[in-house]
């Protein structure tokens, strides 16, 4: 087997596990804080991203989550 492709699944494989561990992140689009914010005045409405939660489920975890339910 190639090299390469070993490493990508240990490292798919770290990723996964580290993500089921800390399943959350700090939502990219509003920094965390929940608000998107109008870029004319200091309004603001919830963050469609994270639903206003300023938090995201990882990818990876989601991962986990689709395979755990079968
Ligand atoms: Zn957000």
Same mark, same amino acid.
Request: hydrophobic content about 45%; some cysteine.
């Given at each position: ?21 800390? =399943?959350?992140? +700090? !939502? ?6 929940? @608000? ?6 200091? *309004?603001? %409405? =919830?963050?469609? +991203? !994270? ?6 489920? @990882? ?6 989550? *689709?395979? %755990?339910?079968?």
């Amino acid at each position: 087997m190639d090299i390469l492709i070993l490493l990508a699944l240990v490292a798919a494989g770290v990723y996964v596990v580290v993500a089921v561990i800390w =399943p959350l992140k +700090r !939502c990219r689009w509003c920094s965390g804080t929940g @608000r998107w914010r109008s870029p004319f005045d200091s *309004a603001w %409405r =919830p963050c469609g +991203r !994270c639903g206003g939660s300023g938090r995201r489920v @990882r990818l990876g975890r989601q991962l986990y989550e *689709a395979f %755990r339910r079968d």
